[in-house]
Nanobody, 126 residues
Framework: QVQLVESGGGLVQTGGSLRLSCAAS????????MAWFRQSPGKEREFVTS????????YYTDSVKGRFTISRDNAKNMVYLQMNSLKPEDTAVYYCAARSYIGTYVAVSPHEYDYWGQGTQVTVSS
């Protein structure tokens, strides 16, 4: 069982930056793929980025490439999302997710993830 708690959301102007954090419980954190998803009102939850168990593999959706960076610290059971050059269209609730998997397959569907945090709101003003 893994419990996830996000923090770091807030209100920022266009072009600004935010760093989201996700604290995970559980002794097997380093065997989980970790990901960030986001959801805006009226829209489906969408994949943003994921990082494999070792941190060596990272995958980003096209709209955030070059602006967002995912990282993890397995010693601290933490995952981070550094978001730069934020745009109004990045406004959403951001969710941290975990999937027990060690391999090369990249999961981008919410249904493929086993554990979820409660979400943190990110609002980018124009």
């Amino acid at each position: 069982q893994v419990q996830l708690v996000e923090s770091g959301g807030g209100l920022v102007q266009t072009g600004g930056s935010l760093r989201l954090s996700c604290a995970a419980s559980g002794r097997t954190f380093n065997s989980y793929v970790m990901a960030w998803f986001r959801q805006s009102p009226g829209k489906e939850r969408e994949f943003v980025t994921s990082i494999n168990w070792s941190g060596s593999g990272k995958y980003y959706t096209d709209s955030v490439k070059g602006r967002f960076t995912i990282s993890r610290d397995n010693a601290k059971n933490m995952v981070y999302l550094q978001m730069n050059s934020l745009k109004p269209e990045d406004t959403a609730v951001y969710y941290c997710a975990a999937r027990s998997y060690i391999g090369t397959y990249v999961a981008v569907s919410p249904h493929e993830y086993d554990y979820w945090g409660q979400g943190t709101q990110v609002t980018v003003s124009s």
